[in-house]
């Protein structure tokens, strides 16, 4: 059953480029692209059904490759706490921060969880996202872990949406292992992970490599636990000091190292070695006033893939827009429109190793895109919010939102 969808122009975004045909037609077959180029090369077929899609530009389905959409509570009164001029760092170390949604999450049922989720990542979908990558991390133990990765699981099942999960158990140290983050590392290596794994809830590794958080040393003893059970590995890295998480995660072949704002030009070049995806998050820098940039020019001149993501979570990025975030990435970090679409794009789908299926918009590749009532794709990263007209087709079925 093939599908034409016409009167079109696309910005395919192979090469991390609009790559655009203009004037274009789109077949699909089932889930997936079966031709794409001008209309007038459409080669003659029959179609059980036309679309006219009104001139519209079509991109691939945006993709936000980090995000903690999975939380209870929210943290609305830090936020004003930080506005009177406390750190995060300080709140974090008075018993706030991170172990305060560990508390609410915790507390939180499996529905109460899904329900909260759904509603942030619906805004998402709204969007244009297509594709997310969820972590756990607000559990910090086998239990809550374990709860958090079933609910990221049934996200998958509600909505028309594909949903990668992160196990991201070494956020935070839980209070059950205070003064003890060895031991808690041992324990999700030798346990939880396994286990985890075992039961078919984990897609990728994750960690939080910072002077609050964990130490090098500690993530690469969990790299190695996820190279032993073949599980790809992504690392939170220089986010508040300097490291040399991403130059560990590009070691280890990491998918990708995010945030990012204070690596230096050697962690730069050992990404590019790597191939490893440097995720930025426009939100966190924003919402929490940084002042450090990550070092754009070094990754553009080594050639490192740059995508951007939401950083969805409850602290430093309650981000319910991917396109505002675009805007940031050009606004804050001079990306170019085009670079950040890449980045929500096929740069994200090298993030989450999604490439050779998502992405860009080719034949053979699963027919994931939005059609956006606009008239140039910048346009995508110029509105701020909103809610920009479009039309949202998954796996080759337009869905309502
Ligand atoms: O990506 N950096 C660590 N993790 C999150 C923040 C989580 C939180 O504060 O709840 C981040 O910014
Ligand atoms: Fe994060």
Redesign the pocket.
Known sequence: MKKLWKNCHIATMQNGQYSSIEHAAMVTSGQHIHWIGTFEDLPADAYSETIDLNGAWVTPGLIDCHT?SVFGGNRSVEFEKRLQGVSYAEIAASGG??AS?VRATREASEQELLASALKRVRCLLKDGVTTIEIKSGYGLDYANERKMLRVIRQIADTLPMTVRSTCLAA?ALPPEYKDQSDAYIEHICNEMLPKLHQEGLVDAVDA?CEYLAFSPAQVERLFKTAQSLNLPIKL?AE?LSALGGSSLAARYHALSAD?LEFMTEDDVKAMAAAGTVAVL?PG?FYFLRETKYPPLDSLHQHGVRIALSS?L?????PALSLRLMMNMGSTLFRLTPEQTLAGVTIHAAYALGLQETHGTLETGKVADFIAWDIEHPSEIVYWLGGDLPKRIIQHGQEISI
């Open positions: 903690h921060g991170i949604t956020h939080f939170h986010q945030h998050l966190a950083d979570n409850p602290g430093t990025s």
